[in-house]
T-cell receptor
Framework: NAGVTQTPKFQVLKTGQSMTLQCAQD?????MYWYRQDPGMGLRLIYY???????DKGEVPNGYNVSRLNKREFSLRLESAAPSQTSVYFC?????????FGPGTRLTVL | AQSVTQPDIHITVSEGASLELRCNYS??????LFWYVQSPGQGLQLLLK??????LVQGIKGFEAEFKRSQSSFNLRKPSVHWSDAAEYFC????????????????FGGGTRVLVKP
């Protein structure tokens, strides 16, 4: 039982490049989330998926898109990366009451 | 809208001393409250949570937290700090009512970084 896994762990992009962050959970959770973490700001919700087939915007969705591929997988895409998207990205899933987090992806946009 | 405030950005404590981290929340109904810990370069680990019932909640690693509705607070405490407790701590609040369509979104405080002196 791996919990929530994320790939890659680290990534460096140039401005304008695109990439997809992958997230998978093996806990049979319905809901999944993407957050970004910036110093002094805690974690802010980018997008979430309450159940398979649905996605919705969180607090800071601009510049991102998501895909709920199936119940296990929830990906986050940056179509044209900007330096302001330099951050640590966390995926989480929930059993209706408690969220469980992946190890994070550290992204740097030059 | 719900919000969480952690007034202390940094706290330095001596090993063996007690620790208290403050958390104040704003939420109209009964909240779910959480404390998470993040060690350097790691993800977030759940320390404890409060849903209902006894307002003093015990968690892992010797931590406890007390829910005080009148003060809208959920402060985290540990009687005797170990060097391994050096980390960043996040308080979070979620809706106390499960809304299937909207999911159960967490709102986080800005975090408190704890440094432990030998």
């Amino acid at each position: 039982n791996a919990g929530v896994t994320q790939t890659p762990k680290f990534q460096v992009l140039k401005t304008g490049q695109s990439m997809t962050l992958q997230c998978a959970q093996d806990m049979n959770h319905n809901s999944m989330y993407w957050y970004r973490q910036d110093p002094g700001m805690g974690l802010r919700l980018i997008y979430y998926s309450a159940s398979e087939g649905t996605t919705d915007k969180g607090e800071v969705p601009n510049g991102y898109n998501v895909s709920r591929l199936n119940k296990r997988e929830f990906s986050l895409r940056l179509e044209s990366a900007a330096p302001s998207q330099t951050s640590v990205y966390f995926c989480a899933s929930t059993d209706r009451s408690t969220q469980y987090f992946g190890p994070g992806t550290r992204l740097t946009v030059l | 809208a719900q919000s969480v405030t952690q007034p202390d950005i940094h706290i330095t404590v001596s090993e063996g001393a007690s620790l208290e981290l403050r958390c104040n929340y704003s939420y109209g109904a009964t909240p779910y409250l959480f404390w998470y810990v993040q060690s350097p370069g790691q993800g977030l680990q759940l320390l404890l949570k409060y849903f209902s019932g006894d307002t003093l909640v015990q968690g892992i690693k010797g931590f406890e937290a007390e829910f005080k509705r009148s003060q809208s607070s959920f402060n985290l405490r540990k009687p005797s700090v170990h060097w391994s407790d050096a980390a960043e701590y996040f308080c979070a609040v979620a809706s106390g009512v499960w809304i299937k369509a909207a999911g159960n979104k967490l709102t986080f405080g800005g975090g408190t970084r704890v440094l432990v002196k030998p």
